[in-house]
């Protein structure tokens, strides 16, 4: 019946097509940026973090005696520094090695640092790497605009600077720099390169040099760190795994989503939006198919009549005319998946110069493929059955005397 009108046939197939490669493109896109950002994130920050919490609250100097005829007299009283830092990180190591889930580790210093170019000062954020680890964890490597990330091992003046500091520096490859910490202690480093991560809060303030070379610029022992950074096979799991270290140590486990539930919940809500434009996009495909078979069966009413007099039951007509609705789902689904590819590989080509991309993010999901075929069928199916129920309850005997 349908078939014989060509031009609905093509409005209603290209209708689902629309809807069915726009759920690809959106989602693929979407899915695109949420590992984009998640990629950036994780440039600097790892999974869980282990560090030696400061406490918040000072214990008094003295305690009130319980005895209320007693005194307590403190002669002399001096602040004591709390105790920083991770003083054993190997030994801490060693416990990370036989935690299921645990990809890898690496150790840092990191420490407030003020840096110097003339009359030119800047705070920033000085991390001393172990650089194997470092690199194995976040690829560091891979985010050099200039330089050689592994130079920092050669020599222990050699340091790297995120691109957003050496602009605001005004200082470039070769150029010297003078370091200096709260304590007063100073020493002059030589920038062996630029690298650009793409999150700019770290590209701003964020300086590197070789795990050793930190260790001695702050009178450290060789086996201090201020933190340990561990990635895990998923990062969604980063919960369970740190609740699986914190019995083996004394320091602070803590899960990134501790710290960043805000990208947890971005991620979320993009994911949301994709999918709900996309549904609400085949919902409309969906009442345009509607429209069209619900057309048909107020002009072929007479034929519907001549059928049910020749002897077809209610079911026979509704199998008709959703067989035509399922038709135009397949034709559309199919050809609405591979137009929703197209779209995804031209976005994918779109220039986008932040961090490592160089092009737009896409993520080619077989899901997203997947569910925009089972929604679509699902969309043609209610349009094409709602019709056919109206059909299959046609009295012929009505219909021929009118």
């Known amino acids: 019946m349908l078939t014989s009108r060509i031009r609905q046939l093509m409005v209603a197939v290209l209708s689902v097509i629309f809807g069915i490669s726009m759920y690809v493109a959106m989602n693929g896109f979407m899915g695109g940026v949420n590992d984009s950002q998640t990629e950036i994130t994780f440039t600097s920050m790892a999974h869980i973090k282990i560090y030696n919490e400061t406490p918040d609250e000072v214990a008094p100097i003295t305690t009130v005696p319980k005895n209320e005829q007693a005194y307590s007299y403190v002669s002399n009283t001096k602040n004591i520094n709390y105790t ?55 690829k560091t490597a891979d985010y050099m605009v200039e330089g050689n990330f592994f130079d ?41 390169g630029i690298i650009e991560t793409g999150a700019m809060s770290a590209d701003k303030s964020k300086a590197i040099v070789s795990i050793r070379t ?29 609740k699986m270290i914190a019995p083996h140590t004394k320091y602070k486990v803590q899960a990134w989503q501790e710290g960043n539930a805000q990208l947890d919940s971005s991620s979320f809500l993009r994911d949301i939006l994709a ?16 429209n069209i078979m619900n057309m048909t069966v107020n002009e072929k009413i007479k034929e519907i009549a001549i059928l049910k007099a020749m002897g077809f039951d209610g079911q026979d007509i509704k199998t008709i005319f959703v067989s035509q609705a399922l038709f135009i789902g397949l034709i559309g689904g ?26 737009l993010p896409v993520s080619y999901r077989p899901q997203d493929y997947i569910l925009a075929f089972g929604f679509g069928i699902l969309f043609t199916f209610i349009a094409g059955y709602l019709p056919a129920r109206k059909a299959s309850k046609l009295d012929p005997v009505e219909i021929l005397r009118g």
């Open 214 to 242: 930190a260790r001695q610029f702050l009178s450290k022992n060789r086996s201090y760190a201020t933190e340990v950074q561990v990635n895990v096979e998923d990062y969604n799991q980063a919960r369970q795994v740190a």
């Open 152 to 192: 920092i091992d050669k020599r222990s003046d050699g340091i790297i600077l995120g691109i957003g500091l050496a602009e605001k520096m005004g200082v470039n490859m070769g150029n010297s720099i003078t370091l200096s910490t709260s304590q007063g202690v100073k020493k002059n480093f030589k920038i062996v």
């Open 275 to 290: 999918i709900s434009v996309s549904l609400t996009i085949l919902i409309v495909a969906g009442f345009g198919i509607y």
């Open 84 to 138: 920083e830092g991770i003083k054993n990180v190997d030994g801490l190591k060693n416990i990370l090695q036989d935690i299921d889930n645990i990809t890898g580790y690496t150790a840092q210093i990191n420490e407030n640092v003020f840096i110097q170019n003339g009359v030119l000062q800047q705070s920033a954020t000085l991390s001393g790497v172990e650089t194997e680890t470092e690199n194995q964890l976040f």
């Open 334 to 359: 199919f050809l609405g998946l591979i137009i929703g590819n197209i779209i995804i590989r031209i976005i994918d080509h779109v220039p986008f110069n932040i961090g490592p991309m160089d092009s």
